[in-house]
């Protein structure tokens, strides 16, 4: 828009008045300059092109009060003071990796900053970290290389919009942990043991090539082969322990009892990553064998009769039932039967049956002697007599823990004999008599379970105390032959302890309702079914058990190999009831009357009685 006026002012007014703006937002541009005419006395208006100006081109005016401000661009800071009441810029810094120099200074937290400050930054980048670890399996045969890699992280200013209160943010790059050689790998497999030849290059060369943290198997040794033992198969029949109540035999002629499936295999040794030999178990081919009532037929065995299988010592029979209707007693003989023994009705007095295999009395026994090769049942109630099941040894968890500390003893006694540096004659004497007096009290413990011994066993007992009193009799006179006895009778206890582990590899079970003032010996298990015993004489090589929680026991002894579980233990009369088990492992379970002894192999037990 064109304007004339005599001056710029004057244009301005009437733009102003034409446009309803303020002068700011006008562009001016001054066409033609006022000029004189005729000597001066002629005015001529000046031309001026006025417009206004879009909102965004039109100039700000600059605020009088301005705070200071803080930019960072590609690493740098710029700092501008305040304007007017405007206040100083400030900056906040609070990272453990950044220092922060103002003139000269370092700081931290809030700083107030001027453009004529000297501020500098300095930065402690977090180094990358790289560790070796190896490990094993339990065999040996791997190792196991863990590579475990933790990048670095470098700082560096982090680009800021201007800004009155500024915060610093380092920027964050991570750094790459160095690079990882197989050689490395290799030598620190080595520096643990690995053989060269084990190590697994491409497992190595994966654990290089990785960026984090990895764990591979560097190295294999060589598996062993194992050993295969001899396989055989068994009929089900020959395993089962309970007497069947039918009375009918348990398999029948021509029955296959046993059958060899496989050889035995020997194995091939293996080699651990550090080159020791895994060795691998020894194995004996095992023949099957039969005996009596049965027969081989190729690597088979079938039964030749009716009856029961068995498996003893490595071999397979078929022994045969014996079944007796009605009493035995005076009138009939006694049973000595090559097999199993059922009797349909009591056992009267002084009776006496023996069986290499089971005996079932469907009845009760009294007064009489029942002695089974392997599990005795008796239906009814024992009133006096002796039951045994298992090859009539089974007292001999009792006696074998006697003659093992028996043993120890004995070869103290020969290593006091070759100590003899700093000891004169008596010492050597006092040690053999200190040795002399802990046989004594083993062999008193085996008198005070001499009732639970078979005649045999008690004459051994009885010889055992002969030939120790001679032998320390002989010794205390420094008889030669005193000491080459004593050497006898420790290669007779090693050999009976031996026998003894032999015997009970074969546990056996008696199972009963009640007894009465009976000695009942067992190589495994007593189970009483019924009311419970009375002054009865109880010996199991590993558990006596009464079933019903109302069971009570009254007097008498007990004594097993691991377990005694029962309901009441002795009486408000406080009878005395003696319990005892064998093993330092095993318990005594029940509740108990003053008057009851219980003991832990050496040890009393205490307990609450009860009120």
């Known amino acids: 828009m064109k304007f004339e006026a005599m001056n710029r002012e004057e244009a301005i007014d009437k733009a102003l008045e034409?446009?309803?703006?303020?002068?700011?937002?006008?562009?001016?541009?001054?066409?033609?300059k006022?000029?004189?005419?005729?000597?001066?006395?002629?005015?001529?208006?000046?031309?001026?092109?006025?417009?206004?100006?879009?909102?965004?081109?039109?100039?700000?005016?600059?605020?009088?009060?301005?705070?200071?401000?803080i930019e960072i661009r590609s690493g740098e800071m710029t700092i501008t003071n305040p304007q007017g009441r405007?206040?100083?810029?400030?900056?906040?810094?609070?990272?453990?990796?950044?220092?922060?120099?103002?003139?000269?200074?370092?700081?931290?937290?809030?700083?107030t900053l001027r453009a004529e400050d000297d501020v500098s930054f300095a930065f402690e980048d977090i180094r990358p970290k790289r560790h070796?670890?190896?490990?094993?399996?339990?065999?040996?045969?791997?190792?196991y290389l863990k590579v475990e890699r933790i990048k670095g992280i470098r700082y560096s200013l982090k680009d800021l919009e201007k800004t009155f209160r500024a915060q610093i943010s380092p920027h964050e790059e991570e750094i790459e942990t160095d690079p990882l050689t197989e050689e490395e790998c290799i030598k620190v497999l080595m520096d643990f043991g690995v053989l060269p030849e084990f190590i697994d290059r491409e497992s190595l060369k994966k654990a290089c090539n990785a960026k984090d943290t990895i764990r591979v198997v560097a190295a294999a040794g060589k598996a062993p082969v194992e050993s295969r033992q001899t396989e055989i198969r068994y009929c089900d029949e020959i395993f089962v322990k309970d007497i069947l109540r039918g009375l009918e035999p348990v398999i029948s002629t021509g029955s296959l009892l046993a059958e060899k499936l496989s050889e035995a295999v020997m194995g091939v040794p293996g080699m651990d990553v550090k080159g020791n030999e895994i060795n691998v178990q020894k194995v004996t081919d095992r023949d099957i064998e039969s005996t009596e009532g049965a027969e081989m037929r190729g690597n088979r065995i079938?039964?030749?009769?009716?009856?029961?299988?068995?498996?003893?010592?490595?071999?397979?029979?078929?022994?045969?039932l014996l079944t007796v209707v009605g009493d035995l007693d005076k009138d009939t003989e006694d049973i000595d039967?090559?097999?199993?023994?059922?009797?349909?009705?009591?056992?009267?007095?002084?009776?006496?049956?023996?069986a290499s295999g089971n005996i079932s009395i469907i009845g009760s026994v009294y007064h009489s002697e029942i002695n089974a090769h392997q599990n005795v049942e008796i239906q009814g109630k024992i009133i006096g007599g002796r039951i045994h099941a298992g090859d009539e040894n089974s007292a001999f968890n009792l006696l074998l823990t006697i003659i093992e500390k028996m043993i120890v003893v004995?070869?103290?006694?020969?290593?006091?004999?070759?100590?003899?540096?700093?000891?004169?004659?008596?010492?050597?004497?006092?040690?053999?008599?200190?040795?002399?007096?802990?046989?004594?009290?083993?062999?008193?413990?085996?008198?005070?379970?001499?009732?639970?011994?078979?005649?045999?066993?008690?004459?051994?007992?009885?010889?055992?105390?002969?030939?120790?009193?001679?032998?320390?009799?002989?010794?205390?006179?420094?008889?030669?032959e005193g000491f080459i006895e004593l050497n006898d009778l420790y290669e007779m206890l090693k050999n009976m302890a031996e026998s003894m582990k032999l015997e009970l590899q074969d546990q056996r079970v008696i199972k009963l309702v009640y007894a009465q003032n009976a000695t009942i010996t067992s190589s495994g298990d007593i189970i009483i079914t019924g009311e419970g015993s009375y002054q009865a004489k109880l010996s199991a090589g590993n558990e006596i058990r009464y079933e019903r929680p109302g069971n009570v026991v009254i007097g008498g002894t007990l004594i097993a190999g691991k377990f005694i579980r029962a309901?009441?233990?002795?009486?408000?009369?406080?009878?005395?009831t003696f319990c005892k088990v064998m093993d330092e492992e095993g318990d005594i379970l029940g509740r108990f009357h003053k008057g009851t002894t219980l003991m832990i192999k050496d040890r009393i037990r205490e307990y609450m009685a009860i009120v």
């Open 18 to 32: 034409y446009f309803h703006c303020t002068a700011e937002k006008l562009k001016i541009v001054e066409v033609e």
């Open 34 to 69: 006022p000029h004189k005419k005729i000597m001066g006395f002629k005015k001529i208006p000046g031309r001026y092109e006025i417009e206004m100006m879009e909102e965004e081109n039109v100039p700000k005016k600059a605020d009088e009060n301005q705070n200071g401000t």
């Open 86 to 111: 405007g206040v100083d810029a400030s900056v906040f810094l609070n990272h453990p990796q950044v220092i922060m120099t103002v003139n000269g200074e370092a700081r931290s937290g809030t700083q």
């Open 132 to 143: 070796l670890t190896v490990d094993f399996s339990e065999d040996l045969l791997r190792a």
């Open 302 to 320: 079938y039964a030749l009769r009716d009856g029961r299988p068995y498996l003893k010592n490595g071999q397979v029979g078929v022994l045969p």
């Open 337 to 354: 039967f090559d097999g199993d023994v059922v009797v349909k009705g009591n056992v009267q007095d002084n009776m006496v049956i023996k």
């Open 410 to 480: 004995t070869e103290e006694i020969f290593s006091g004999l070759h100590m003899t540096e700093g000891r004169g004659v008596q010492g050597i004497m006092d040690s053999i008599h200190e040795g002399k007096e802990k046989i004594g009290l083993n062999l008193d413990e085996m008198d005070r379970i001499r009732s639970l011994f078979n005649e045999k066993q008690k004459e051994t007992i009885d010889r055992l105390k002969r030939s120790f009193a001679h032998c320390f009799k002989e010794i205390r006179l420094l008889h030669k």
């Open 567 to 576: 309901g009441v233990i002795g009486t408000p009369s406080e009878i005395e």
